[in-house]
Structures are given as C-alpha cells and as structure tokens.
C-alpha cells in the first residue's frame, strides 16, 4: 500500500525514451493535457499494443504514430511508435504524410477490410472514400474505396452529408447488424444515420437514438463535448453493460472523460482517470 501511494505521487518524469508517469496498475493510462491536441492530430482510443488495455492514440498529418502506453505496473509512458500493433504479427498500415489533409476531410482509424486491423481511413463530404488497407498491402484506395466488414459492406457516405459546422461524422454500427454506418452527431443531439439494414437511406433522429446490438445507447446530450477541438466524441461502453455510451475525451481538462452512462439512465458522469473500459 506505501508503495503503490509513492507511485501514485510520482510527478511526470523525462527518460531517454519518451515520458513516463505513475498510475493505478488496474486503469488504463491517463490522456495527458497535451497529448494529441495540436493541430494536425487525430485522437483515438484503441489497443494498439496487445495487452488487452485500451491505449491513448494518435495519428497526425505527418504521418507520426504516438501512444500513451503502460510502462510497469504502475508507470504510464508516451512514446512513437510505427503503428498499431494487435500481436501476432498483425501490424495497420502507416498513415502516409498529408494524406486526408484537404478541406472538409475527416480521418478515421478502423477496420475497413474486415481483416480486423485498423485501417488509415478517408472520407470526405463530396464522398470519396480512401482505405490503406492491411489486408492489400497497404495500398491507397482514394477515392472509391469501400468500407468492407464480415457482416457486409458499408454504405457510401452521401455528397453533402455531415458537412455543417458542430458536427463529427463516424463509421459506426446504429442499426445493429453488425456493418458500421455512416452517422453524423451535433451538438444538438441530432443523430443522422446512412442504415445499410434499411437499404442505405438515410435516417435523422432528433433525440439520437443509436440502435447497436447490445441494445439502444443513450442520446448525445444537447451541448455535450462542445468544449474545444483538443474535445473528441465517440461511442464506448463506459460502465460494463456491452451498450456503447456516448463519451467525450477532454485534453486538457483536469475531468478527462464524460460518460452518457446507458446503466445509470442515460446520467453525465465525470469518469476518474482510473476507470477501466471494456
């Protein structure tokens, strides 16, 4: 117990192979203030290093691969990597440099080759569509490409669709057959989802239901993760039930993640920065 409280009062320490800080050894590693909230830079939230834990991830314009991994038990360390590594052998492809840069662009990292490695993913509101899939030897697909999975293909996203300001576009599974859609979320709660289970039309919900196969998750709340860019929303399940909820990740806020819980009645709920996702 004395010794894991010495730890836990360990301040953010420089070694020659990046930065590393003390932390819960049952948590996953804390999103620092800085870390992936310049300009350029896209932030994930994955396990990128095969230890079953979800890593703080980031990919940015140039290319670069960063993530905030577990260093010991209780140390938590940044460091650059290559790319996401699933162990056996099973690596994503490099996101190249300036690629997915151009006006109205939104990057994504997921598995769009149904290989079950993420994938450097492209789309834009005109849309086109590019993959660097892991499963063609990372070859660049721009600007055709389809989002493939086992369950199905994707449905293309629509010329125009998710392209007003407040919004943040995802591929994403809200209908549940298991094949993510197109959907797009704003601040105002308003959920618009490209369904591949209803023949690929759209569909608009003003109170933001998403309908996954675990059950129906909890309406994006009006003004929720509106804070700043350094903000990123996302679907995860926060509190066990296999729903995914409604999250944002906050870089430089001293409460770095806010949970729509689907187990609490759809409550706010700040998270510690030892809570552990599933």
């Known amino acids: 117990m004395i010794l894991q409280c010495i730890f836990l009062l360990l301040a953010l320490v420089n070694t020659s192979n990046g930065l590393f800080w003390s932390f ?21 939230f994955m396990d990128c290093n095969a ?30 990597f290559s790319s996401c590594n ?14 997915c840069t151009h006006n109205s662009a939104t990057f994504l990292f997921q598995d769009c080759d149904g290989d079950g490695i993420p994938d450097p993913v492209c789309s834009d509101k005109w849309g086109s569509m590019g993959i660097i899939s892991s499963s063609n030897g990372c ?21 125009g669709f998710c392209s007003y300001w407040g919004v943040t576009y995802d591929l994403f599974d809200c209908d549940g057959d298991g094949i993510p859609d197109p959907i797009c979320t704003d601040h105002q709660g308003v959920l618009s989802i490209i369904s ?20 129906l998750a909890c309406p994006r709340p009006k003004n929720f993760c509106n804070q700043a860019s350094s903000s990123k929303f996302m679907y995860l399940d926060c509190d066990g039930d296999g729903i995914p909820d ?3 990740s906050m870089a430089r806020s001293p409460k770095p993640w806010d949970c729509v819980k689907s187990s609490d009645n759809c409550k706010i709920v700040h998270l510690h920065r030892s809570h552990r996702f599933v």
């Open 24 to 44: 819960n050894q049952f948590a996953y590693c804390p999103r620092t203030p800085s870390f992936c909230s310049y300009h350029g830079a896209s932030y994930f």
């Open 139 to 159: 070859k660049n697909t721009w600007p055709q490409a389809k989002c493939k999975t086992a369950k199905g293909n994707a449905c293309k996203r629509p010329s």
């Open 246 to 248: 409604p999250v944002c």
């Open 196 to 215: 591949s289970k209803n023949g690929c039309k759209p569909i608009r919900t003003p109170n933001g239901k998403c309908q996954t196969k675990k059950g």
């Open 51 to 80: 230890d079953g834990i979800k890593d703080n991830v980031c990919l940015d314009n140039w290319g670069r691969f960063s993530m905030i991994i577990r260093f010991t038990s209780f140390e938590c360390m940044k460091k650059d």
């Open 86 to 99: 699933l162990g056996n052998n099973k690596m994503s492809c490099k996101r190249p440099s300036y690629w």
